[in-house]
């Protein structure tokens, strides 16, 4: 084996888990305590939004992505049907295609609506108290389509991460 594909085999595993744990993180954690703050968080999305979350969110993802498409290429001798058919390869491709949904979902839906939380919440800091509630309940719309779409991408990291792990040996 080249040092390459040691390299980026170890950097796949690496985006992989950074990319599964900090979307759990948000999913279970960030996401519920945001919605339990209601309009306090506003200042708190507007921090995160200024640490370019979503930005960190896709990039990982999509070196995740990336990754582990040239993997696959590496497995299957350039995607030759006679080996992409394997099992091992099978399990490979269904769990980088879950992978892949998931980045579209992530950056798509979840991102964008992250990015409008971000948004009202600089505006709820400075808006009037007329217009508070109007944005609060824009932000809480938001924030339970991101809620929503970040439950779907967590299952499909982990149909990828398990079929991922088990995938050597079927």
């Known amino acids: 084996m080249d040092a390459l594909f040691l390299v980026l085999r170890a950097a796949h595993v690496l985006f992989a888990a950074v990319w599964v744990g900090a979307t759990v993180f948000t999913t279970f954690f960030l996401m519920p305590a945001i919605g339990e703050a209601g309009p306090a968080a506003g200042p708190l999305m507007g921090a995160l939004m200024r640490r370019k ?5 896709a990039a990982i993802g999509g070196l995740a992505v990336l990754t582990g498409i040239y993997l696959l290429y590496r497995f299957t001798s350039g995607f030759n049907p006679s080996v992409s058919a394997s099992p091992p390869a099978r399990m490979f491709s269904i769990g980088g295609l879950a992978g892949i949904v ?24 400075t808006a009037p108290d007329s217009e508070r509630g109007a944005l609060a309940a824009q932000m809480v719309t938001h924030r339970q389509r991101a809620t929503t ?13 398990v079929l991922m792990a088990i995938g050597h040996y079927v």
Do not use: D, N, T, Y
């Open 149 to 161: 779409f970040s439950r779907i991408v967590v299952v499909l990291q982990l149909i990828a991460l």
């Open 53 to 57: 979350l979503p930005a960190f969110m």
């Open 102 to 125: 998931a980045l579209i979902i992530g950056g798509a839906i979840v991102s964008r609506s992250a990015k409008k939380m971000g948004e009202l919440g600089a505006r709820i800091a």
